[in-house]
T-cell receptor, first 114, second 117 residues
Framework: AQSVTQLDSQVPVFEEAPVELRCNYS??????LFWYVQYPNQGLQLLLK??????LVKGINGFEAEFNKSQTSFHLRKPSVHISDTAEYFC????????????FGPGTSLSVIP | NAGVMQNPRHLVRRRGQEARLRCSPM?????VYWYRQLPEEGLKFMVY????????ESGMPKERFSAEFPKEGPSILRIQQVVRGDSAAYFC???????????????FGPGTRLTVL
């Protein structure tokens, strides 16, 4: 079974500053990794995903994440945040050897301060 | 190309009533997943369905909850005799094939926010 940990429940950051949202996972098998964003009162939108290949994954809205297998991490980064990035961010993992149940982390609330 | 549709967006029920939540997957998608998001928590998997089949319902409460995905029409998540603890946002996602196993993405709907009075 897999599990996902997002250590920071809330991250306040000033506009135009860089941000890193941390995600660690545990799994006994190979996994796919995802970051989703949820804006207030909306559904989830895929930011980026890691399936295989390059460990640095670029997504939408200027976000990127790096897969580190040895540290079982998949941290999300953005060099300069905007007010519009204020949202809830969910890290998720799926088992490559099984079907499609996606396990989500508890989420990190990013607040961008003007 | 319409995304995943869910209705209603907001649903209010009194304790003991039934709630029916509908999900229309994206065109061409035959795999549907239901998740529940309780306040201040992440999404929890409930059930995975293909057309006319329940593949995995390990996340569904044993009683009062059921799901179906008929050959024609939307997927339905049904909650009988609702209680206050059922108040949550219920999200549906769809994928075209075997989903994340082959690298496909699950596309999420906007969710149904259920409030039980």
């Amino acid at each position: 079974a897999q599990s996902v940990t997002q250590l920071d429940s809330q991250v306040p950051v000033f506009e135009e500053a860089p941000v890193e949202l941390r995600c660690n996972y545990s799994s006994s098998v190979s996994v796919y990794l995802f970051w989703y964003v949820q804006y207030p009162n909306q559904g989830l939108q895929l930011l980026l995903k890691y399936l295989s290949g390059s460990t640095l994954v670029k997504g939408i809205n200027g976000f990127e994440a790096e897969f580190n297998k040895s540290q079982t991490s998949f941290h999300l980064r953005k060099p300069s945040v905007h007010i519009s990035d204020t949202a809830e961010y969910f890290c998720a993992v799926s088992d490559q050897t099984s079907y499609d149940k996606v396990i989500f982390g508890p989420g990190t609330s990013l607040s961008v301060i003007p | 190309n319409a995304g995943v549709m869910q209705n209603p967006r907001h649903l209010v029920r009194r304790r003991g009533q039934e709630a029916r939540l509908r999900c229309s997957p994206m065109k061409g998608h035959s795999h549907v997943y239901w998740y529940r998001q309780l306040p201040e928590e992440g999404l929890k998997f409930m059930v995975y369905l293909q057309k006319e089949n329940i593949i995995d319902e390990s996340g569904m409460p044993k009683e009062r909850f059921s799901a179906e995905f008929p050959k024609e029409g939307p997927s339905i998540l049904r909650i009988q005799q609702v209680v206050r603890g059922d108040s949550a946002a219920y999200f549906c996602a769809s994928s075209p094939s075997a989903g994340a196993r082959v690298g496909d993405t699950q596309y999420f709907g906007p969710g149904t926010r259920l409030t039980v009075l």
